[in-house]
T-cell receptor, first 117, second 113 residues
Framework: NAGVMQNPRHLVRRRGQEARLRCSPMKGHSHVYWYRQLPEEGLKFMVYLQKENIIDESGMPKERFSAEFPKEGPSILRIQQVVRGDSAAYFC???????????????FGPGTRLTVL | AQKITQTQPGMFVQEKEAVTLDCTYDTSDQSYGLFWYKQPSSGEMIFLIYQGSYDEQNATEGRYSLNFQKARKSANLVISASQLGDSAMYFCAMRNYGQNFVFGPGTRLSVLP
């Protein structure tokens, strides 16, 4: 049973380009979360999605960032016109059950490290 | 709003000794969960231990135990018999009913031979 998959593991972009980060949740999981980790900091929640629905995007920057989780295929975090401040590690997590239960562990992927030159 | 505080940016411990990593939290909810994750230099997030707010006993998982003091809103992680492989960043996290994870800033643990 494969864990959460993220690709690419490392992504280098120049300022102004687009970055697409992919996340395939664990088999049987239908809830996906994206977090951003700046250097030497903890993870900050960005967005929570179920299949074809954005449930909570309160942590997403208002501009340039978008996320989707289509019926088929991985979840995508898209950053348009990247800037140097977007350089960070982006983690995806998935969980199998409703988020209403506090003991709902989230299983994390290995992360994508984005570097903006 | 929920908040996690980890006041120790860095900690050192001698191999085979025990170490306590501090975590305090702030929430007005009665139902919540507390988690500890380990992040080695390779970058992945590894789940260590979970404590529910209604659990009466402290959680234990092998060499990890969680010292849960609800009145003080603290959830310290205790690692017994430290190993060199325990050197990593450790994050305390909380989630409330229906909400997402809130992470602390982390503590970097270094185990000395």
């Amino acid at each position: 049973n494969a864990g959460v998959m993220q690709n690419p593991r490392h992504l280098v972009r120049r300022r102004g380009q687009e970055a697409r980060l992919r996340c395939s949740p664990m088999k049987g999981h239908s809830h996906v979360y994206w977090y951003r980790q700046l250097p030497e900091e903890g993870l900050k929640f960005m967005v929570y999605l179920q299949k074809e629905n954005i449930i909570d995007e309160s942590g997403m920057p208002k501009e340039r960032f978008s996320a989707e989780f289509p019926k088929e295929g991985p979840s995508i975090l898209r950053i348009q016109q990247v800037v140097r401040g977007d350089s960070a590690a982006y983690f995806c997590a998935s969980s199998p059950i409703l988020p209403g239960q506090p003991n709902n562990e989230q299983f994390f992927g290995p992360g994508t490290r984005l570097t903006v030159l | 709003a929920q908040k996690i505080t980890q006041t120790q940016p860095g900690m050192f411990v001698q191999e085979k000794e025990a170490v306590t990593l501090d975590c305090t939290y702030d929430t007005s909810d009665q139902s919540y969960g507390l988690f500890w994750y380990k992040q080695p230099s390779s970058g992945e997030m590894i789940f260590l231990i979970y404590q529910g707010s209604y659990d009466e006993q402290n959680a234990t998982e092998g060499r990890y135990s969680l010292n849960f003091q609800k009145a003080r809103k603290s959830a310290n992680l205790v690692i017994s018999a430290s190993q060199l492989g325990d050197s990593a960043m450790y994050f305390c996290a909380m989630r409330n009913y229906g909400q997402n994870f809130v992470f602390g800033p982390g503590t970097r643990l270094s185990v000395l031979p």
